[in-house]
């Protein structure tokens, strides 16, 4: 049986980049419901003693879409903090620059890929195997582990991660969430192997 994630912040530390609001119904009803469902399905699917990232390489249809939707949001909201932390001079930072010329670029496409996905789903920087990164587009609850990467950060583009704070402007929330990302996560993922 899965839980729902404990938050490593309080409720309104997101604020104002995700409001108290949003976290309550993002965190509280919607990533409550995918590991509701998903405990629904499990008895008897064979995959009761599998972790979340076996189940999502696994599993197909109704436990592939929750599994993967509380891996995402697990990866999600465990890589904020209240003010964000600063991307340190490091092994990331400087594979970064190497690819993309600066992290500003980076964010730039970043946020373009997230803007551009055809309706629901997340924007993901991911590392190869030979250490290099990739940024995907990943529909519905996908997430780059199915293709053997190694998912470092993410971005929510589903509408009910934004639409009480930002309404329909996806880019202006895309924007605003590097204030709060917790790049010292980030690195940590990088970091570890896998
Ligand atoms: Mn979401």
């Given at each position: 049986m899965f839980e729902l994630i404990t938050l490593p912040y309080g409720s309104k530390d997101l604020e104002?980049?995700?409001?108290?609001?949003?976290?309550?119904?993002?965190?509280?009803?919607?990533?409550?419901?995918?590991?509701?469902?998903?405990n629904k399905l499990l008895p008897g699917s064979g995959m009761e003693a599998d972790s979340l990232e076996l189940i999502v390489c696994k599993a197909s249809g109704?436990?592939?879409n929750n599994a993967g939707q509380i891996l995402n949001h697990n990866l999600y909201f465990t890589q904020f903090c209240k003010g964000g932390s600063p991307l340190k001079d490091g092994f990331l930072k400087s594979q970064i620059v190497k690819q993309w010329g600066s992290v500003e670029e980076f964010q730039k496409e970043f946020v373009a890929k997230g803007v551009g996905l055809f309706g629901s789903g997340w924007v993901w920087l991911s590392a190869k195997k030979d250490g290099s990164l990739v940024i995907t587009q990943e529909p519905g609850a996908e997430n780059p582990i199915t293709e053997g990467l190694k998912p470092l950060l993410t971005f929510d583009v589903w509408e009910h991660a934004y639409y009480l704070d930002?309404?329909?402007r996806r880019a202006a929330q895309l924007e605003a969430?590097?204030?709060i990302v917790d790049w010292s996560v980030i690195e940590e993922r990088y970091a570890k192997n896998w």
């Open positions: 104002p980049v995700i409001s108290a609001q949003t976290l309550s119904f993002h965190h509280g009803k919607h990533l409550q419901g995918y590991v509701d469902n998903l109704g436990m592939f930002y309404q329909n969430l590097w204030q």
